[in-house]
């Protein structure tokens, strides 16, 4: 204690100044670039799953247009012979293509002619096709099945 009854809490002897080991250094380098290469690998994930939404939609939004051209082009060329047909395009920057295969060709059903009294087969005229329609942006493609009736001018 000293004169005034207070016992001296400061250190009178010279300490030396410490810093951080270079093994501290080490560990809290190697934790930073850990914590750093984590946050870019989810960034970039979150980047990727983004642009494959965005060619995604753009090709969804196209979809209708490209099928009322599809409708439009089997029922123009299910008027000829063929048993399969195809097609390719752009639209808007979305690649498509088409192709179709002939499952049935078959008349309408029969009917009653009162003049004859007979049932009467009509003729042959509608065709039913099975469709595979592939559409492609930026490398994500996209696949669908449908089935469309085209018919003859009889």
Sequence with gaps: MNKLGFANIFHTTPQKNQGFTL?????SAVILFSVIATVSMVYRGAFISSEK???????????????????????????SSLTELSQSDNVWGVNYKWKAKLIDFKSAPEKFDVDSGKFVTPPKKYKLWQVTLTLEKNGLSKQYQLKELSWLDV
């Design 23 to 27: 093994i501290e250094i080490m560990v």
């Design 53 to 79: 939404a965005a060619n995604s939609i753009e090709i969804v939004g196209v979809l209708p247009s490209i099928l009322a051209r599809l409708r439009e082009d089997i029922r123009q060329q299910g008027k």
